[in-house]
């Protein structure tokens, strides 16, 4: 009797474990940015990406300073060029978590105690909405969803102090090649976004691990159409706003699909094409391949 009472007990636990105790975070979301903000440096240091880009451009590159805020109107996180500052807002990102859960359908679930990660889809929307993978461990999911929201968030915050650091050497030397074209699209605060949604993408999903896999970089593949229906549109009127995140996604997608699992290897490669990257050259290199989707698969 004893034996069946608890077990009876167990099934109410598990039943009545829904939305506040599943979607609680077991860290809370200070430790999870520090974490990933120390993440985002060790890894452009293990991928050789400041190195690089120190000896390439002759900058002292100067990791920016975290500053964590418990709420700022529409800001998920942000970069202060004055301060050398990336900013991350809480009560945002806990918005943003929320918005993703709905999205990928969950109202209750029953409580896990498996660790056992499996790759799903998340969303972003910009002037398209585009899909992109996330490891969930089903033990705790909303930390799985505010990690992949973070990192991504991260590394786009991180390209912009990279731009900056490269602009102020350039305004001072004259010697670096492509000077005069990288001045022109540095100071284009579109171009700015743009590169850094283009960095933020393969950065992702090489640092998650998810570009090995291929229901991870599948995610890519399946943009494509999506990124396909907004050149089409953007063709016709440009009448969008943010387009250059848009841009940007797509970009940074066809390097995933282009690479699949060999992104660490070719990352000098994909650095370079991204510091030259302006508006003219991301959209004409989309049409390339959303055009022609085969070339991903030989190019």
């Known amino acids: 009797m004893n034996y069946l009472l608890d077990k009876i007990k167990e099934y109410i636990n598990d039943v009545a474990y829904n939305v506040k105790n599943v979607f609680s975070l077991k860290d809370d979301l200070d430790k999870i940015i520090e974490k990933e903000y120390k993440k985002a440096f060790e890894s452009l240091h293990k991928y050789g990406i400041i190195e690089y880009i120190e000896n390439r451009y002759k900058i002292n590159y100067k990791k920016p300073?975290?500053?964590i805020l418990e709420?700022?109107?529409?800001?998920?996180g942000g970069y202060s060029q004055?301060?050398?500052?990336?900013?991350f807002s809480?009560?945002?990102?806990?918005?943003l978590i929320d918005e993703q859960l709905k999205f990928l359908g969950y109202k209750e679930i029953k409580r896990s105690i498996s660790n056992i990660q499996g790759i799903k889809y998340l969303n972003k929307s910009y002037n398209s909405t585009f899909l992109y993978p996330v490891y969930i461990n089903e033990k705790n999911i909303r930390e799985s969803i505010a990690e992949s929201i973070i990192r991504s968030t991260m590394f786009h915050e991180r390209w912009h102090s990279i731009d900056y650091s490269i602009l102020n050497k350039l305004d001072k030397d004259s010697?670096?090649?492509?000077?005069?074209?990288?001045?022109?699209?540095?100071?284009?605060?579109?171009?700015l976004e743009l590169r850094a949604t283009a960095f933020e993408v393969p950065m992702y999903y090489l640092v998650s691990g998810l570009h090995e896999h291929?229901?991870?970089?599948?995610?890519?593949y399946r943009n494509m159409p999506i990124c396909r229906e907004f050149i089409d549109k953007l063709e016709k009127k440009n009448i969008y706003t943010y387009v250059h995140y848009d841009l940007g996604y797509c970009y940074g997608n066809i390097i995933v699909a282009a690479y699949k699992s060999s992104l660490e290897k070719n990352i000098y490669n994909i650095i370079e094409d991204i510091v030259h990257l302006d508006e003219k050259k991301a959209i004409d290199v989309i049409k390339h391949y959303v055009y022609n989707p085969d070339k991903l698969l030989h190019d």
């Open 90 to 95: 809480k009560k945002s990102i806990e918005r």
């Open 65 to 67: 300073k975290l500053e």
């Open 214 to 220: 291929e229901k991870g970089y599948i995610a890519a």
């Open 71 to 76: 709420y700022v109107p529409s800001l998920i």
């Open 82 to 87: 004055s301060k050398n500052e990336i900013t």
């Open 175 to 191: 010697t670096i090649k492509d000077r005069d074209y990288l001045l022109t699209i540095l100071n284009n605060r579109d171009n």
